[in-house]
């Protein structure tokens, strides 16, 4: 069963309100979708548990406990999570000053930060303890290189591949075997993913296959599995692809 819930669009800044940082946890009973939507608020989108997908327009980021990601107001994102995570969401009044970008990005969701976060919490925590603690909190927000992102081609001519791909992150096939498929030049395939993705085919299935990959950590699954799943020989091999991708590695990502 997957449930559906819709939001509504809200420009930045739209609604008043009256605190500097709320926080919002839930686990989902069920597989979940978030329509797309914005809020009047910044939104820092984390896991305590499990790996979900954020979309913005043709980007697909990957949020896990340890990687998260900052929503500014009145971005238009949707988003999805399967039953059993645990998901937080921290608001963040429009306005307020961080070293992050008006725009989507990365956020390492370090001790200290996932510390000062859960003390906010705290039901009885004092007015000036609250202030010290948001205060620390916006200091140590930082964006992080590691992001787990995908950016999603839109042409038709690379539709076929992004579709196969993404539905099975083990599919072999290289770009000659591809452009025999679709029936035109390796040339043109290579020249349409780096238009429109930045990369190459060989990377971008690479980070097509770390999302996939760190989405079957979260639940538990050993590497092995995982390594197999996604299209390589060996745990390995599946390590070392990964650790080039993300910067890290699996075991950063599995669930205990």
Sequence with gaps: MRVTRELPALAAGEVDVSF???????????????????????????????????????QVWCVTPTLGLWMPAGQLHSASAVAGTSYRAHFFRHGTVSALPDEPVAVDITLLLRLLLDRLGEPDLPPRSRDVTEAMVLDVLRPSPRALLVHLPTSALLRPIVDAVRADPSDQRT???????????????????????????????????????????????????VADAVGYRSASAFGAAFRRTTGTTPGRFRAP
């Design 20 to 58: 500097v940082i709320k926080a919002y946890a839930e686990v989902v009973a069920a597989d979940t979708t978030w329509t797309e939507h914005s809020h009047p608020w910044h939104e820092l989108l984390w896991n305590a548990h499990g790996a979900s997908t954020a979309v913005t327009g043709s």
């Design 175 to 225: 770009l000659t075997g591809w452009a025999t498929v679709l029936g035109c030049s390796e040339r043109t395939l290579t020249r349409a993913f780096r238009t429109e993705t930045g990369t190459s085919f060989a990377r971008w299935v690479a980070s097509v296959r770390a999302q996939h990959a760190v989405r079957l950590l979260a639940r538990g699954f050993e590497v092995e599995v």
